[in-house]
């Protein structure tokens, strides 16, 4: 099997994957899954496609993050990892990754700053006289 790579993005982060066939290991940024993603409930939303399709020890996937927080880009990791395993075999893992949301991409970001406002939407405080 040839290296499949993939992109994800979540809000600002950007995640590129490579996979191949391996023993189950996810290197990012040349550290551990563990070391990266200290919390364990982000460790599971990384995990959550791998083992939806029951292939967690099947490929090695190496990642390069880069940019937004920890949990956009566990999310971003968690959508290129899906689009990865349906590069490798659409008819056995797609429906199954489809039905439970992890191909859609959420394109949800911050909404700009407007001018002559402290926020997006804030307005500085009313004063009357």
Do not use: H, W
């Not at 939303?45 to 791998?50: D, N």
């Not at 083992?51 to 999310?75: M, P």
């Amino acid at each position: 099997m040839e290296i499949i790579n993939a992109l994800g993005r979540r809000k600002s982060a950007v995640a590129r994957v490579y996979v191949n066939a391996g023993k189950g290991n996810i290197t990012i940024n040349g550290k551990e899954l563990a070391l990266y993603f200290p919390s364990e409930s982000l460790q599971f939303i990384v995990k959550q496609p791998l083992e939806l399709t029951n292939t967690l020890a099947e490929f090695d996937i190496k990642v390069n993050l880069t940019g937004g927080g920890i949990k956009g880009q566990a999310e971003a990791l968690r959508l290129a990892i899906s689009r990865a395993l349906c590069e490798i075999n659409r008819e056995a893992y797609r429906p199954a990754l489809k039905q439970a949301g992890f191909l859609t991409r959420d394109s949800r970001v911050v909404e700009r700053k407007k001018p002559g406002r402290p926020g997006a939407r804030k307005r500085f405080q009313f004063s009357k006289r």
